[in-house]
Nanobody, 127 residues
Framework: QVQLEESGGGLVQAGDSLRLSCAASGGTFSNYYMGWFRQAPGKEREFVATISRGGGNTFYSDSVEGRLTISRDNAQNTVYLQMNSLRPEDTAVYYC????????????????????WGQGTQVTVSS
C-alpha cells in the first residue's frame, strides 16, 4: 500500500512558476511509474505528465509540454512537477498517482491505469 501526499500548490499570477512535490511512503518507490493529473471545477480529471520508474522516460499532455517538467528522486521517494509560464487555464487541483508496473515502457496517461492517488493540491493562476 502506497500513501501519496502532494504539496506546493498556491495562488500565483500568470507567467509565474511553482514546483509541486509528491512524497510517497509505504512501498518501494522505484517500482512505480508516477503521474500527475489535474481537475478543474466541472471538468473531468486530465492527464498532465508521467515518469517511468527510473526517471529515464517522461510523457506530457500537449497542453503542458514545454512548460511543465516532471522529475523524480528515488532516494527521497518524491516526484516533482516544475510548472513554468503558468496560465489561468492551468488552475486546477493537481493530483499525483502511482502504478506498479514492470515490462516495456508505457505512457500511463489514463486515470484508470493508476492504483494509488494523493489528496491533491490546489493551484490557482490569476490573470
Amino acid at each position: 500500500q502506497v500513501q501519496l501526499e502532494e504539496s506546493g500548490g498556491g495562488l500565483v499570477q500568470a507567467g509565474d512558476s511553482l514546483r509541486l512535490s509528491c512524497a510517497a511512503s509505504g512501498g518501494t518507490f522505484s517500482n512505480y511509474y508516477m503521474g500527475w493529473f489535474r481537475q478543474a471545477p466541472g471538468k473531468e480529471r486530465e492527464f498532465v505528465a508521467t515518469i517511468s520508474r527510473g526517471g529515464g522516460n517522461t510523457f506530457y499532455s500537449d497542453s503542458v509540454e514545454g512548460r511543465l517538467t516532471i522529475s523524480r528522486d528515488n532516494a527521497q521517494n518524491t516526484v516533482y512537477l516544475q510548472m513554468n509560464s503558468l496560465r489561468p487555464e492551468d488552475t486546477a487541483v493537481y493530483y499525483c498517482a502511482a502504478v506498479s508496473a514492470f515490462g516495456p515502457y508505457s505512457n500511463y496517461d489514463r486515470p484508470d491505469e493508476y492504483d494509488y492517488w494523493g489528496q491533491g493540491t490546489q493551484v490557482t493562476v490569476s490573470s
